[in-house]
């Protein structure tokens, strides 16, 4: 049996989407904690697993593999009957533009080193929540709209988990980090709710990571 | 035979992965430009087609379709034998990840939302090109590290074209737009001009979809 290595951080959204693949899958894994705010990801022991110096990485059948979304595709297509995407091509498109409507188009916008940037160019701390307010708002607007959808279900495609589901939960939970009303994205929120009252979603939760 | 339209604006990155893919594999298809600089994306009449008001957006087979690298995903699956995605799960997780690496950690934060807000908060319009060097260029150098990599070619993985190429080309162009040396990225450079010298990327390239 391989041994799985999560190399990730309990606050990351991109760690948390894993988490959630991995709890969905029921697969064991050991955590090895890559504390950003230490600048642990800037190590070269790390930089070694991960050039990029991002989180997670995760190792796992022989491999080390980095990029979360990019994880979980191949979690997709390793452990097959996952329904992590949908059985149909135009199903699976529909799964990835939510999936990347978050993950491309609101996380990496918001991220700590942008938002540190931002700060720095400022000169002003309260930069950093007039940011996250804007485009974590804007970005769920914008989900909320694309959710307005027949194919769109209990979950975010249909009415079972799929990889858009994994990056949404995250970001609604860094929605209400940072104080923004989830009551205008009735959809978004429905749905976060549906997720986090089941088992793998509370698992991967960073609460339960950060223990 | 089914029309394929895309809506796209010349200069915009992902509209070019797009155009790339559709020129990969010798679709002929019809564009509808969607003048970002008019606010184009924002007419209610294209919000129907893309709710989020991004460019692109497809039809093809039937469907309208989003978000740039699942159209992409969606026609690798629907044209096969055409390599935009490796023959392994661990071949295809790695072009995914070098794609993430551009269109998820370069691409999203360079985008004209984003830092049209930075010269507004700043009120620096300079702050427009030191904003496009930081981030291009710690992006195109995480690049170069991940293409340190037995798996990488006369290409992003192996020596045929992938969607990672599809990814890097746009993003190639938009530094030396912005006047960002390559000759710190070697393997970068390297790929992009192997990349260039191809029909299909060059009718593909922003200069061609303008006319």
């Known amino acids: 049996m391989t041994e799985i290595v999560l190399y990730g951080y309990w606050r990351s959204s991109a760690s948390f989407r894993v988490r959630i693949a991995l709890q969905m899958l029921g697969l064991a894994y050991e955590t090895v904690p890559i504390d950003l705010l230490a600048s642990a990801h800037k190590d070269p022991n790390y930089l070694r697993i991960n050039p990029q110096g991002l989180v997670p990485s995760l190792r796992i059948d022989g491999h080390i593999l980095t990029q979360s979304l990019a994880i979980i595709e191949y979690l997709a297509e390793t452990r097959p009957e996952n329904g992590f995407l949908p059985d149909t091509a135009a199903g699976r498109q529909r799964v990835r533009a939510l999936s990347y409507a978050v993950a491309m188009d609101v996380h990496p916008i918001c991220n700590l ?15 950093r929540t007039e940011w996250m307010i804007k485009f974590i708002g804007s970005g769920l607007q914008a989900l909320e709209k694309m959710l307005d959808d027949p194919t769109s279900g209990r979950f975010c495609f249909g009415d079972t988990p799929t990889m858009a589901d994994f990056c949404l939960v ?39 990571a950060k223990r």
Not at 171 to 183: D, F, H, K, P
Not at 188 to 208: E, G, L
Request: aromatic share 8%; charged share 20%.
């Open 113 to 127: 080193n942008v938002v540190s940037h931002v700060v720095h160019l400022t000169g002003e701390e309260g930069a």
């Open 170 to 208: 995250p970001q609604v939970y860094n929605a209400r980090r940072w104080g923004i009303e989830l009551s205008t994205f009735p959809r978004v929120a429905r749905i976060a709710d549906a997720c986090n009252a089941m088992p793998a979603f509370k698992a991967a939760h960073p609460d339960a």
